[in-house]
């Protein structure tokens, strides 16, 4: 029996330096982009055992790292300097880990800067870090990316290796994979990286025929909530435009870009995208993206922009430049339904934080990252620190799940 020839290993300073085939083929292989049905005939609903290696998620795509990446809006000088692992074997790509040399800890969702703080307050260097993720996008998907037909455990592990080398290559103090897969979570585990859990709100699709029979499935209370929400949140003469390939003009993205920077400054302080990050994504990936619009006076007041994947539609960010009372909770989270329920799509992920999400049918769903410290003393911490971290997520998570909205046994429809 011949053996396997060796993996090779090397960091990359662009995505551009890799080929968009080679890229999407350990991204999202068996799959392609326009995860959404682009039929009028809704399709099942996708099987929940279909493994998550067959999914599309858009947001490893190739097309997604290039705009990011020539956009400006990831690079080096906004403190994300691309330090991208490929794997080879035979000359050919086998595997990829998205990776960014960072300078700081913004725009990652997983919050570390209680670690940073506490050991550069004991004469450390906290900067720079290796983060494996996707900037600004607080989503779960692959990480560790690699193409089928190749030995995966032993890809996996030169990936892992690699990921190792690399922080002591660029004397990073840290390496974090963020909003991973659960098996990717728990390999990393295995060599030597430390686990994290948090939470997001997700909703689930039951097999709803139309947003009203998504309705009847909460209790009274909360029925005639959503019910109010939505009819004021149209109260002002309001419509509600969901955009997608096509319909996604570059005077649609001024106005979003408006909405974008309006809310991103009051909220972030700077935004992290830039205009042409959106001119970017329409040219390229318009069937991945449902834009839901609201319109009134004939001027747009406020949208949401949303990716499709396979059987997910992944919320991303909202602005406006008027507000309306429950524009928002229509916008980003009524619509979505809407759209996953008519597009038989299994989930809906709204993005980060927000208990508030409950009381609309989003249920706690963990998030699993993993973190290799190299410094000995800030890896015992960090790791007893975690340790409690976890149980107090699970415990949370329960709680909330138990304070949901739906009805309970003997609770009537009305």
């Given at each position: 029996?011949?053996?396997p020839?060796e993996?090779?290993?090397?960091a990359?300073?662009?995505?551009?330096?890799i080929?968009?085939?080679?890229?999407d083929?350990?991204?999202?292989p068996?799959?392609g982009?326009?995860g959404?049905?682009?039929?009028?005939?809704?399709?099942?609903?996708?099987?929940?055992s279909?493994?998550?290696?067959?999914r599309?998620?858009?947001f490893?795509?190739?097309?997604?790292?290039?705009?990011?990446?020539?956009?400006?809006?990831a690079c080096s000088r906004?403190?994300w300097?691309?330090?991208?692992?490929i794997?080879?074997?035979d000359g050919s790509i086998?595997?990829?880990?998205?990776?960014?040399?960072?300078?700081?800890?913004?725009?990652?969702?997983?919050?570390?800067?209680?670690?940073?703080?506490a050991y550069e307050?004991?004469?450390?260097?906290?900067?720079?870090?290796l983060?494996?993720?996707?900037?600004?996008?607080?989503?779960?998907g692959?990480?560790?990316?690699i193409?089928?037909?190749?030995?995966?455990?032993?890809?996996?592990a030169?990936?892992?290796?690699?990921?190792?080398?690399?922080c002591?290559?660029?004397r990073?103090s840290?390496?974090?994979?963020t909003?991973?897969?659960?098996?990717?979570?728990a390999?990393?585990?295995?060599?030597?990286f430390?686990?994290r859990?948090?939470?997001q709100f997700?909703?689930?699709?039951?097999g709803?025929?139309?947003?009203?029979?998504?309705?009847?499935?909460?209790n009274?209370?909360?029925?005639?909530?959503?019910r109010?929400?939505?009819?004021d949140?149209?109260?002002?003469g309001?419509t509600?435009?969901?955009l997608t390939?096509?319909?996604?003009t570059?005077?649609?993205?001024?106005?979003?870009?408006?909405?974008?920077?309006?809310?991103?400054?009051?909220?972030?302080?700077?935004?992290?995208?830039?205009r042409?990050?959106?001119?970017?994504?329409?040219?390229?990936m318009?069937?991945?993206?449902a834009?839901?619009?609201?319109r009134?006076?004939?001027?747009?007041?406020?949208g949401?922009i949303?990716?499709i994947?396979?059987?997910?539609?992944?919320?991303?960010h909202?602005g406006?430049?008027?507000?309306?009372p429950?524009?928002?909770?229509?916008?980003?989270?009524?619509?979505?339904i809407d759209?996953?329920?008519?597009?038989?799509?299994?989930?809906?992920?709204?993005?980060?934080?927000?208990?508030?999400?409950?009381?609309?049918?989003?249920l706690p769903?963990?998030?699993?990252?993993?973190?290799?410290?190299?410094?000995?003393?800030?890896?015992?911490a960090?790791?007893?620190?975690?340790n409690?971290?976890?149980?107090?997520?699970a415990?949370?998570?329960?709680?909330?799940?138990?304070a949901?909205p739906?009805?309970?046994t003997g609770?009537?429809?009305?």
């Amino acid at each position: 029996m011949i053996p396997p020839s060796e993996i090779s290993l090397e960091a990359v300073g662009s995505v551009s330096e890799i080929p968009a085939a080679d890229w999407d083929a350990c991204a999202n292989p068996a799959s392609g982009p326009g995860g959404g049905s682009d039929s009028a005939v809704p399709a099942p609903l996708p099987d929940s055992s279909q493994s998550s290696k067959c999914r599309y998620n858009p947001f490893v795509s190739h097309a997604f790292f290039i705009a990011l990446e020539s956009s400006n809006s990831a690079c080096s000088r906004t403190g994300w300097g691309p330090r991208h692992l490929i794997a080879r074997q035979d000359g050919s790509i086998v595997g990829i880990v998205p990776c960014y040399l960072k300078s700081h800890s913004q725009g990652e969702y997983v919050f570390d800067h209680g670690w940073a703080n506490a050991y550069e307050s004991a004469g450390g260097r906290y900067y720079p870090k290796l983060l494996v993720s996707v900037p600004f996008t607080p989503a779960t998907g692959p990480r560790l990316l690699i193409r089928p037909g190749n030995d995966e455990a032993d890809v996996r592990a030169a990936l892992a290796g690699g990921l190792v080398g690399l922080c002591d290559a660029t004397r990073a103090s840290s390496v974090h994979v963020t909003f991973a897969r659960k098996d990717e979570w728990a390999f990393l585990a295995e060599k030597g990286f430390l686990r994290r859990t948090d939470q997001q709100f997700h909703w689930r699709n039951d097999g709803y025929s139309c947003f009203e029979d998504f309705l009847a499935s909460l209790n009274s209370r909360h029925r005639k909530a959503i019910r109010r929400e939505r009819r004021d949140a149209l109260a002002n003469g309001i419509t509600i435009h969901v955009l997608t390939g096509g319909d996604l003009t570059e005077e649609i993205w001024d106005a979003f870009f408006q909405f974008y920077m309006e809310t991103g400054t009051r909220k972030w302080g700077r935004p992290y995208l830039t205009r042409s990050f959106y001119s970017l994504i329409g040219q390229s990936m318009s069937r991945d993206i449902a834009l839901i619009m609201a319109r009134r006076d004939g001027r747009w007041i406020a949208g949401a922009i949303n990716f499709i994947g396979s059987d997910t539609l992944f919320g991303r960010h909202w602005g406006a430049i008027e507000h309306h009372p429950f524009l928002h909770f229509e916008v980003c989270y009524y619509q979505a339904i809407d759209f996953a329920i008519q597009h038989r799509l299994r989930t809906v992920e709204a993005g980060a934080q927000g208990e508030h999400k409950i009381a609309r049918g989003y249920l706690p769903q963990t998030t699993y990252s993993a973190h290799y410290i190299a410094d000995p003393g800030l890896r015992r911490a960090v790791g007893d620190f975690l340790n409690r971290e976890r149980h107090y997520v699970a415990e949370a998570a329960r709680e909330l799940t138990e304070a949901g909205p739906f009805r309970k046994t003997g609770d009537g429809v009305a």
